[in-house]
């Protein structure tokens, strides 16, 4: 698994809500309260570590106290390619963990 799987599974599974970039202005979004996390805000996401994205992806929102409605994708997606997509979660914020 790449940062390129983990592309092509973020526009199928989670554009709807975080947007193609990654931006938060998916077409869904504007239905959702809280809105969705901004994937492209270095300041914000530089706060999580690499585990703290890993379980949101996985355990969805209620697994790191955040709102349920960010799904959980761990009986969707295997590790590899939860890995991946965090891989690219830290592309399109261009950051690390602090
Ligand atoms: C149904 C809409 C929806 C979908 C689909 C969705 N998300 Fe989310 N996501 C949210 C919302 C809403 C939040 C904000 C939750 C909050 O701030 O309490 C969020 C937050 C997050 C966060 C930030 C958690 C934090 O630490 O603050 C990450 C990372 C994330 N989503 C990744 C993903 C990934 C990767 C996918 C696709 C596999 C995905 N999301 C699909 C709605 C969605």
Redesign the pocket.
Same mark, same amino acid.
């Given at each position: 698994m790449t940062v390129t799987d983990g592309e092509k #599974?973020?526009t199928h599974? +989670?554009s709807? +809500?975080?947007g193609n970039k990654g931006d938060g202005k998916g077409f869904?979004a504007k239905n $959702?309260d809280?809105?969705?996390?901004n994937h492209t805000d270095a300041v914000f996401m530089s706060k999580?570590t690499d585990k703290? $994205?890993f379980d949101?992806?996985s355990g969805g929102?209620r697994a790191?106290g955040?709102?349920a #409605?960010?799904?959980p994708?761990g009986n969707t997606f295997d590790k590899g390619q939860i890995k991946s $997509?965090v891989q690219y $979660?830290r592309k399109m914020c261009r950051c690390q963990e602090e």
């Open positions: #599974i973020y599974y +989670c709807a +809500c975080h869904n $959702l809280p809105r969705p996390a999580r703290e $994205l949101a992806v929102g790191v955040k709102a #409605i960010m799904p994708w $997509l $979660l």
